[in-house]
C-alpha cells in the first residue's frame, strides 16, 4: 500500500522548501535530519552542565562566607582582586597574614576591616 501523496513542506533544519511523501517529514533529506539530531543532542549537554556549574558558583559563595580562614585563592574570589594584588597587600601591611608551612591563610576579619574605614 503505497500513496501518492506529495505534501509541500518547509525543511526545519535549513528552510529550503520540498515536497514530502508523508505527513509527518520535517527535513529535506538525510543530511539535514542527521544535523539537526546532532543540533539536538549538543543542546541538551549544554542544558545539563549549565545548572551544575551555577550551584557549584553558589556552594563556593556560601562556603566562603562562613569560614575564618581564607586561602590567597579564596580571597581572590571573596575581593575579586588577582594574586598578585594579595600578595602586595600582605607585603605593604594593609593586610595581615600567617604562613602554615607552605600555604599562606589570611583571617576573615583582616577582610572586614579593609571596609570598615
Do not use: W
Amino acid at each position: 500500500m503505497s500513496s501518492n501523496i506529495e505534501i509541500p513542506k518547509i525543511c526545519q533544519h535549513c528552510g529550503e522548501s520540498f515536497i514530502a511523501k508523508t505527513t509527518v517529514t520535517q527535513f529535506c533529506s538525510h543530511t539535514c535530519a542527521s544535523r539537526n539530531y546532532k543540533k539536538r543532542k549538543r543542546d541538551a549537554k549544554l542544558q545539563e552542565v549549565a545548572p551544575v556549574s551555577h550551584q557549584r558558583l553558589e556552594f563556593q559563595e556560601d562556603q566562603l562566607g562562613s569560614k575564618d580562614f581564607l586561602s590567597i585563592e579564596e580571597t581572590c574570589k571573596l575581593l575579586g582582586a588577582s594574586r598578585m594584588t594579595i600578595y602586595r597587600q600582605i607585603k605593604s601591611g594593609t593586610i595581615k597574614a600567617a604562613k602554615l608551612g607552605r600555604r599562606t591563610i589570611i583571617r576573615r576579619t583582616e577582610i572586614d576591616k579593609l571596609f570598615q574605614a
